[in-house]
């Protein structure tokens, strides 16, 4: 029997009437677009004053390789912005010359590991004149923005004039994608990046963000009072252990909403969480700025719900999903692609997904008209039922004294994996049904074979002997010298902020793996996580 | 004998692969049809799995990918076989291509689920190919891929 219920959990009647949003009161709950609380949106013209950043992201191979992708996805229109996702190796902090990173190098995204490196991925590239967006888990936070700080300064260009999103919050290694470094240095080296952009008006932002959670399992409801749980978490320490102010702490953050199949909902789950940010940001934060109550929001088309039996299925998901993301005002989109469930996305699989966007952006209207859905019954009532579903949870993490406090406690944890078992068995016995999946089955043999791009056997460990090779003709004295004064920066306690000294290690060309194996060091831990290399240098 | 046979298993992740949701959905799946399921979690090198299964006296592996490193699956295969342990079948779910999952099958694993398998046919699997399997309860080693 098919379940007709959102994906928390609450029944779906068959007709929505006046009598469901009964109390809704426009000025207070919706407000034009442009006004409190913002349910509608934050432009009065919406898409006519900017449209949405039509975007992919790459990171495949070495940095040449990636370059050339992001060079291809600008010819097939992506301007107004670039992604790129770091490697597994990039993304734990350790070297792709390390013992295990050079056996998964540049296999699932970018080789990130040194200066050089970003230098190559960004090669007749430039850094201003669109969003600069680099993604792959918390740690390299740092890294990421010592690597856009270096590279302008190098050539000249204005810091101010570069912007995007560079940081990452530290509960992402919690949502599925477990990361190698401890939590409190994750926390603590984003806490030193946010400052660092704030006080210095970089205009990078952080990812602090829900999409994850619910790539991982998680429901809509859950997503949502997560997102508010992290917000209202990490720009209370900006404000109360870093000394900042709301108003400049509210510039940083951004959110990836992830946004399924289930059109409706993810519609009303964007609405309720503009309402819900800005809520929080007057009421809780006593924000003074109006724009303080604006939470940039970029959607994810969702990878999970791409399937691995009849791929070309997936492009119909992608522009359902794509329509949702433009009908929310997403200030960007990037999608899931045909291929997402085989592997990294071919050429094909890349173009089909822009081109997905472009077609939702100029043929069908979609982008003319702000807030198209707003005032209808079933998604008013949807908004408001998710956002009480949300409060309650977050209410729920709150009285466990906040986030990091219920993720100590694995409350969050089990959250995540009770609800991606359910989906699991929704699926498995047939209440949800997916079609290719458990429904309207194809028999293998009749399924139309996609071009699958994979990294060939053998380049990881072509990138992991360039690195050894190029390590050697640094300025070793100079890199020795610069990370001897980030291990004594390091010692100095979890308030002093390490992003000058990474800033200059970063410019002696200090790798991912040097860089943390020492701040891990002055910690009382190993220079390895994994402890399979000891640090090659002599600190003073 | 338990619904599980008294059958123990390794779930794990391996490489530097950080996605733990599938094998955590797949863990529960085989503990709940009464397996004794060890879940090593992330950042298992083949090297700790193979320990680990030896240690462990495991009837199977069981390998989560989310992160094409798929030559370390091979790896782990071959390192059984020189441990002596090339009874313990080694059996892999993800988003795996069709065309490295063919690979893996002929160099020596013993199925690759793709995602939407069902949890029967996981189970079904895994209690009629595990080492010293009751004979009959085979099914046909390529899993649904």
Not at chain 1, 127 to 147: D, E, N
Not at chain 1, 226 to 253: H, I, Y
Not at chain 1, 446 to 468: H, K, Y
Not at chain 2, 40 to 50: A, D, F, K, S, Y
Request: proline content about 4%.
């Amino acid at each position: 029997m098919m379940k007709r219920a959102t994906d928390y959990g609450y029944a779906i009647k068959p007709v929505y009437t006046p009598e469901d949003i009964a109390e809704l009161d426009y000025r207070r709950d919706l407000g034009e677009p442009g006004a409190f609380p913002y349910t509608r949106g934050y432009h009065p013209e919406g898409y006519r004053s900017r449209m949405w950043t039509q975007r992919m992201t790459a990171g495949l191979g070495t940095s040449r390789d990636a370059n050339l992708v992001l060079k291809k996805y600008r010819e097939m229109g992506q301007r107004g912005g670039m992604c790129v996702i770091s490697d597994r190796v990039f993304s734990s902090c350790i070297d792709v010359d390390h013992p295990l990173g050079r056996r998964e190098a540049g296999v699932l995204g970018w080789p990130g590991c040194s200066l050089l490196e970003f230098e190559e991925l960004m090669e007749d590239i430039p850094l201003t004149g669109q969003s600069i967006t680099l993604l792959g888990s918390c740690a390299p936070t740092t890294l990421r923005l010592a690597y856009v700080v270096a590279l302008a300064e190098k050539r000249g260009d204005d810091l101010s004039k570069i912007h995007g999103s560079v940081l990452e919050s530290p509960f992402e290694n919690y949502f599925g994608q477990t990361d190698v470094q401890p939590f409190d240095l994750n926390l603590k080296l984003f806490l030193d990046a946010s400052e660092y952009v704030i006080r210095n008006r970089i205009r990078m932002r952080a990812a602090i963000i829900s999409q994850h959670f619910q790539e991982s399992g998680g429901n809509n409801a859950q997503a949502l009072a997560l997102e508010m749980a992290m917000l209202k978490e990490l720009c209370t320490l900006l404000v109360t252990e870093r000394g900042l102010d709301f108003d400049d702490v509210a510039t940083l953050p951004y959110e990836l909403v992830s946004i399924g199949t289930r059109f409706f909902e993810e519609i009303a789950k964007v609405r309720a969480l503009r309402r819900m940010w800005a809520r929080l940001a007057r009421e809780h934060f006593k924000a003074k700025k109006e724009k303080s109550c604006h939470l940039l929001i970029a959607a994810h088309t969702s990878g999970r719900t791409m399937t691995y039996q009849q791929p070309l299925n997936n492009i119909v998901r992608c522009a359902i999903q794509t329509l949702a993301g433009a009908i929310v005002g997403a200030t960007a989109i990037d999608n899931a692609t045909l291929d997402n469930a085989h592997a990294e996305p071919s050429p094909l699989a890349a173009r089909m997904s822009l081109n997905t966007q472009h077609i939702v952006a100029y043929e069908t209207g979609a982008a003319d008209v702000v807030d198209p859905l707003a005032g209808s019954y079933f998604v008013e009532a949807l908004t408001d039922e998710v956002e009480r579903e949300a409060y309650a949870i977050l209410a729920r993490i709150e009285e466990m004294g906040g986030m990091i406090a219920a993720l100590d406690r694995g409350v969050v944890q089990d959250m995540l994996r009770e609800e991606a078992a359910k989906r699991f068995r929704e699926i498995d016995t047939g209440e949800r049904l997916v079609v290719g999946v458990n429904h309207l089955v194809m028999p293998p043999e009749e399924e139309f074979e996609i071009p699958v791009q994979e990294l060939p056997p053998g380049d990881s460990e072509g990138i992991a002997r360039r690195m050894e090779e190029w390590k050697k003709t640094r300025d070793l004295p100079l890199v020795a010298a610069r990370l001897s004064r980030l291990h004594t920066d390091a010692g100095k306690g979890d308030r002093f902020n390490l992003m000058p000294a990474i800033i200059d290690a970063v410019k002696a060309y200090a790798t991912a793996g040097e860089i943390f194996g020492v701040i891990r060091m002055a910690r009382g831990l190993s220079y390895d996580p994994f402890n399979m290399i000891e640090c090659p240098f002599a600190l003073q | 004998m338990s619904a599980g046979q008294g059958k123990k298993v390794i779930v794990s992740m391996i490489g530097l692969d950080g996605h733990t949701t599938g094998g955590e959905i797949v863990a529960r799946i085989l503990r709940d049809a009464g397996i004794e399921v060890v879940y090593l979690g992330c950042n298992q090198t083949p090297e700790m799995i193979v320990r680990a299964a030896i240690q462990e006296d495991v009837d199977l592996i069981g390998i989560s990918s989310h992160a094409s490193n798929y030559g370390q699956i091979v790896s782990l295969v071959e390192l059984l076989k020189r441990n002596g342990a090339e009874d313990v079948p080694v059996v892999c779910g993800g988003n795996v291509p069709k065309h490295q999952a063919r690979l893996l099958i002929e160099k020596g694993v013993a199925a690759v689920f793709p995602p939407g398998s069902g949890a029967d046919s996981i189970i079904r699997f895994v209690l009629g190919n595990a080492r010293g399997a009751t004979a009959g309860l085979c099914v046909n080693g390529e899993g649904i891929a």
